[in-house]
C-alpha cells in the first residue's frame, strides 16, 4: 500500500521558520516527482515547490526565495524547509507523488493527509 506520511506542521510566529516533513514508500519515493501543496481556507490548492527524483526542484511564486525542497533517499523524505513565513502562509500543506511533473493538484497519484501551518503572532 502506498502511503505519504507529513510531520512538522504547527505555529509559528512571522518571520519565523518550520520544516516539514513527508516519508514516502520506497516504490513510490525512487521513481515518482514529489511535491508540496497547500490549500488555504476558501481558496484553491496550489503547487508550492517539487522536486524530480534526480533532484531538479521547482517553486510556486509566492514563496521562491524562501522555501527549500529537498530529498533524501537514505530515509525515503522529502522536506520542505519554510523560512521568513508571513501570515500568507498559513494554510494545509500536503505531500504528493505523481509519476511526471504536473502543476496541477490532478495530476498527482498519491497525496498525504495533510499537516497544518499556522503564521501568527
Known amino acids: 500500500q502506498v502511503q505519504l506520511v507529513e510531520f512538522g506542521g504547527g505555529l509559528v510566529q512571522p518571520g519565523g521558520s518550520l520544516r516539514l516533513s513527508c516519508v514516502a514508500s520506497g516504490r513510490i519515493f525512487r521513481s515518482y516527482f514529489m511535491a508540496w501543496f497547500r490549500q488555504a481556507p476558501g481558496k484553491q490548492r496550489e503547487l508550492v515547490a517539487g522536486i524530480s527524483s534526480a533532484g531538479a526542484t521547482t517553486y510556486g511564486d509566492s514563496v521562491k526565495g524562501r522555501f527549500i525542497i529537498s530529498r533524501d533517499s537514505t530515509q525515503n523524505t522529502v522536506n520542505l524547509y519554510m523560512n521568513s513565513l508571513k501570515p500568507e502562509d498559513t494554510a494545509v500543506y500536503y505531500c504528493?507523488?505523481?509519476?511526471?511533473?504536473?502543476?496541477?493538484?490532478?495530476?498527482?497519484?498519491?497525496w498525504g493527509q495533510g499537516t497544518q501551518v499556522t503564521v501568527s503572532s
Open positions: 504528493a507523488a505523481a509519476f511526471v511533473f504536473a502543476p496541477s493538484p490532478n495530476g498527482y497519484d498519491y
